[in-house]
DNA sequence: CGATTGTGCAGCCAATCGGTTGCAAATATA
DNA sequence: TATATTTGCAACCGATTGGCTGCACAATCG
């Protein structure tokens, strides 16, 4: 079982999921009813996601309440980073471009 | 065939490859020297990557040099946004606490 | 108490994945 | 021209995936 965060947004309505319990707390029953899938589908991505710490539960009663382990999100960030500084090497380029022709034009 | 940039970047290896040909562009060849994999398991994971335009082709006589289409990354970049303006929001909520916190102590 | 509701888990299944080997085509070299 | 090199693609294979159904268990309701 592999089980990293870059496998567990893979899946589109894992993503989903995300995106839906990210600003509230949300019971499997009520996360489900926002997908055409079973509840047991729903629950095997809450598994999935809970396995590599992106989401965490809240009991209450019967009910459990999942919402995003957002500090874990920036784990993706994190790997872009490498590429921002590409980014910006690009940009500074166009840049000196740029530049270089608004100075030929005077 | 789903073939998106998340199922893309879900593959550890491929993650790697996208990281070795950021900065230079690579023949596949180059490429597989760097795993411990056949050369035609890495010609099918570039495969992938180009199905979703995350790699650029260059030819050169017999040699196909790949690499990163960088801007394509920044679709990723993109999808965390959503989650950036909660990272802003609870960082101004503990800021409040700590400012509260402060004011008591006064 | 019995019935209902909310949930997780096991087992099944077709589809996909990531790897392999074997080949063919094109280019470079002798 | 014959040979070697670089590459992509097809076929196969075991493992994994994501969905489903059926169940068990605990909490709530009548």
Same mark, same amino acid.
């Given at each position: ?44 991505? &809450?598994? +999935?996601?809970?396995?590599? *710490?992106?989401? !965490?539960?809240?009991?209450?009663? #019967?009910? @459990?309440?999942?919402? &995003?382990? +957002?500090?874990?999100?920036? *784990?993706?960030? !994190?790997?872009?980073?490498?590429? #921002?500084? @590409? ?20």
């Amino acid at each position: 079982m592999r089980r990293d965060i870059f496998q567990a947004i893979a899946d589109p309505t894992r993503r989903a999921i995300i995106t839906l319990i990210a600003l509230q707390a949300m019971t499997p029953n009520a996360i489900a009813d926002n997908f055409q899938t079973t509840r047991q589908s729903v629950s095997k991505h &809450l598994r +999935i996601l809970t396995e590599c *710490e992106l989401v !965490k539960q809240e009991q209450h009663g #019967r009910e @459990i309440y999942y919402s &995003l382990e +957002i500090e874990k999100m920036k *784990e993706i960030d !994190k790997w872009l980073d490498q590429f #921002r500084q @590409i980014w910006k090497t690009k940009f500074n380029q166009l840049d000196n471009v740029l530049s270089t022709l608004k100075k030929q034009k005077k």
